[in-house]
């Protein structure tokens, strides 16, 4: 099956402009999250949604960071304006909704660096 | 905040010989789980464990799994220089609740 497509592989943008992250998640996945992970930590959770509606954005900040899954398929994050500690890897991750736990399968990230 | 902390961050084997990682974590869970991640990419699910399982094989891999002291392994038998990548454990944010939580990572350098 094909994996979890992300666009771009890499942006390269000043702070204060904005930038947008791309995602098409597996087929059928429900369920759709973006993380962050700055360099030399683990992934952080920024949002999750269900279908077309957000679940979780309590860690998004959303003073400066968006996201949408419209139709409940391909998904964008957006930061606008962008700051230096932006930089990071954008990875967006998607599983099977339901009672029993299942792994969930990431996209190769965008690499964002924030000049 | 990170629910996992693996142990030791950074590990360098000779090729062939067995690595071992551990992960340590605070709350509850009814699943662990382990993924791989290649320098530069995407992260990749290794394998799960469930609460009522103490051991768990997948090919080279095997998870041991500890409730009662909050606590995982992860061992990669008879190593190869592609195991090279840095390995996360993750695990839900509570009893139930389907949203992972990722550790640091332990770094694990295979030299050939």
């Known amino acids: 099956e094909a994996g979890v497509a992300q666009s771009p592989r890499y942006k390269i943008i000043e702070k204060r402009q904005s930038v947008a992250f791309w995602c098409n998640p597996i087929s059928g996945h429900a369920t759709l999250y973006w993380y962050q992970q700055i360099l030399g930590q683990g992934p952080k959770l920024l949002i999750q949604?269900?279908?077309?509606?957000?679940?979780?954005d309590s860690q998004l900040p959303k003073d400066r960071f968006s996201a949408e899954r419209l139709k409940g398929v391909d998904s964008t994050l957006k930061i606008q304006p962008a700051k230096l500690e932006d930089s990071a890897v954008y990875l967006c991750a998607s599983t099977v909704w339901g009672q029993r736990p299942y792994g969930y399968t990431f996209g190769s990230g965008t690499r964002l660096t924030v000049v | 905040s990170q629910q996992g902390e693996e142990d030791p961050q950074a590990l360098s084997i000779q090729e062939g010989e067995n690595a071992t990682m551990n992960c340590s974590y605070k709350t509850s869970i009814n699943n662990l789980q382990w993924y791989r991640q290649n320098s530069g990419r995407g992260l990749v699910h290794l394998i799960l464990?469930?609460?009522?399982?103490r051991e768990k094989h997948s090919g080279r891999l095997r998870v041991t799994l500890d409730t009662s002291k909050k606590s995982s392994s992860l061992l990669i038998t008879a190593s190869r220089a592609a195991d090279t990548a840095s390995y996360f454990c993750?695990?839900?944010?509570?009893?139930?609740?389907?949203?992972?939580?990722f550790g640091t990572g332990t770094r694990l350098t295979i030299i050939p």
């Open positions: 464990i469930r609460s009522n399982e």
């Open positions: 949604f269900q279908n077309n509606g957000v679940v979780d």
């Open positions: 993750a695990t839900p944010r509570g009893f139930g609740n389907e949203k992972l939580t």
